[in-house]
């Protein structure tokens, strides 16, 4: 059987900023419907760029963006019909917030769609709910929390109903208590049918959350499993990563002969704690 086409996908990209070096050259990248996607690379290696290629909001010099391998006009209606599958949320929502209340926020996208006022409100509330911040509707934005803008930003996304959210670096300046909020409701999110990207420098919250991941480097984008890609020395070396701990942790006990080669290795420090008290292979 051949591969599932890619919901949205990037082929043979190429994008420089005016004035500025080559970011992407020749660049494919699928995001597949359902799976949970971290995008990785160092600062600078254009994780922003390219997920500004794939929410419409920078077009390619050359080669093109596809949904569901029909190739994206960039004209209002195909923007449009863009931004109903295809959400992203920037890094710093100072960048994103400029209504006066967060319920206003949220609802300019739906109420930008011409939605009817009864869909545009149940969507305001869906994602409110989503996000557990129904009880901050009336709060100025300006009077929130970074967390609170962060959550406001992202329900704005999310009231668009997109089958894909893209999040760029969700988790920075978040502590963690706020990151481990947003990565349960992103867990909630996708039980609800939605494919979420996002963009980390982060390795070990790469191997806990994603499916699939993607390194950005020099000579491109490789993508596959999160544990085989985030166990790959060369490849993370390449992108100017280091190996997640999950991983060096599951070759020390390999190496000490208390983890057999069949069993993957720890993804959060839960099942590092299973390990060590379950019976070695050794033992039987
Ligand atoms: N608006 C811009 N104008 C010119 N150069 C830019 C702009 N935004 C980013 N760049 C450059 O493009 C490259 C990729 O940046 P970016 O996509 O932001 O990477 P990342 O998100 O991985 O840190 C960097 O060299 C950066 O300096
Ligand atoms: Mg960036």
Redesign the pocket.
């Known amino acids: 059987m051949s591969e599932p086409t890619a919901l949205v996908a990037l082929r043979g990209v190429s994008y420089a900023?005016?004035?500025?070096?080559v970011?992407l050259s020749g660049l494919d990248f699928d995001v597949r419907e359902g799976r949970a996607l971290a995008l990785l690379?160092?600062?600078?290696?254009?994780?922003?760029?390219?997920m500004r290629l794939l929410s419409g909001g920078l077009r390619p010099d050359d080669g093109r963006l596809t949904v569901a391998g029909t190739p994206v006009t960039y004209d209002r209606k195909g923007l449009t019909r863009l931004r109903t599958t295809v959400q992203l949320v920037v890094q710093d929502p100072d960048d994103q917030l400029f209504a006066a209340s967060v319920a206003q926020d949220v609802s300019f996208g739906p109420l930008n769609l011409g939605l009817p006022d009864a869909e545009v409100r149940a969507r305001v509330d869906e994602a409110l709910t989503a996000l557990d911040i129904t009880a901050l509707a009336d709060r100025p934005t300006h009077l929130l929390s970074y967390g609170q803008r962060k959550r406001t930003a992202i329900a704005g996304a999310v009231a668009m109903r997109p089958r894909v959210l893209i999040l760029?670096e969700p988790t920075a300046g978040l502590d963690p208590d706020g990151q481990e909020r947003l990565l349960a409701t992103l867990d909630g999110l996708r039980a609800s049918g939605t494919t979420v990207v996002m963009?980390t420098h982060d390795v070990d919250l790469a191997l806990r959350w994603a499916d699939d991941a993607a390194l950005?480097t020099p000579g491109g984008v490789r993508t596959g499993a999160a544990p085989a890609m985030l166990a790959r020395t060369d490849l993370l070396q390449q992108a100017g990563l280091r190996l997640p701990w999950g991983v060096a942790a599951a070759q020390f006990l390999r190496a000490h002969g208390l983890l057999d080669d069949a069993s993957p290795g720890p993804r959060d420090a839960e099942a590092l704690a299973a390990l060590a008290t379950a019976p070695s292979p050794a033992e039987g």
């Open positions: 900023y005016e004035d500025g070096p970011v690379g160092r600062n600078g290696s254009g994780k922003t760029t390219l760029d963009a950005l």
